[in-house]
């Protein structure tokens, strides 16, 4: 079994940090660690494809492993739950700010939420379209923390992030097993031993 060590590497430093009471920005430090370590494990080499290659790369892992298998990630979809409660400023700053109707934007947001939470509940009802909507979620999440266009202060901060990092820890070691060809438990013993 041969897990790139990067990937290893990154998830470890932000365990590491987990331990520790984290401020908001070091949450945001700790996604960006997360996305770049998933980034990791496809060819970025064409960057103005890089939020497909993401949603081929999730789908991917999630089709492999199975939703129900992904418990951050499920708890993560169930949080996005707060957006419906959110100012259209709000969402706009995590989704798009510079979306000319911002009105439209947070009811198209709110919809994927309410359709990704129904697709997790018993029975199993996750497909592929269901993983394109988490990708898009999840592409323009990292996009508002890369860029900075998230300030620390917006309220959903505190609610989303530290369940958005525990997501993406587990898509990293998800994507690594997927890439191995074991299973999410084997993945995770690695990562474990760090």
Known sequence: MSIQPV????VSRVRDRMESTDPGD????????LWRAFEATFDRSRSDEQNEMAA????????????????????????LKHLENASI????????????DKA???????SHVAELRQAILPPPRWNDRDSRKL????????CAIIHSGLETNNSLVDIVLPSL??????????????????????????FDRG
Do not use: N
Request: proline share 1%; charged share 30%.
């Open 56 to 79: 081929v790369a999730l789908g991917e892992t999630i089709r492999y492993h199975g939703i129900q298998k992904l418990p951050a990630t499920r708890a993560l979809i169930d949080r």
């Open 104 to 110: 439209a934007l947070k009811g198209r947001i709110t």
């Open 165 to 190: 990092r525990l997501a993406m820890i587990e898509i990293v070691i998800g994507r690594a097993a997927q890439l191995e060809s074991i299973s999410l438990d084997e993945a995770t013993k690695v």
């Open 7 to 10: 990937l290893i590497r990154r």
């Open 89 to 100: 400023g709000q969402v706009a700053e995590w989704f798009g700010s510079d979306a000319d």
């Open 135 to 142: 990708s898009d979620l999840l592409y323009r999440c990292r």
């Open 26 to 33: 070091a949450i945001l430090d700790d996604v960006i660690v």
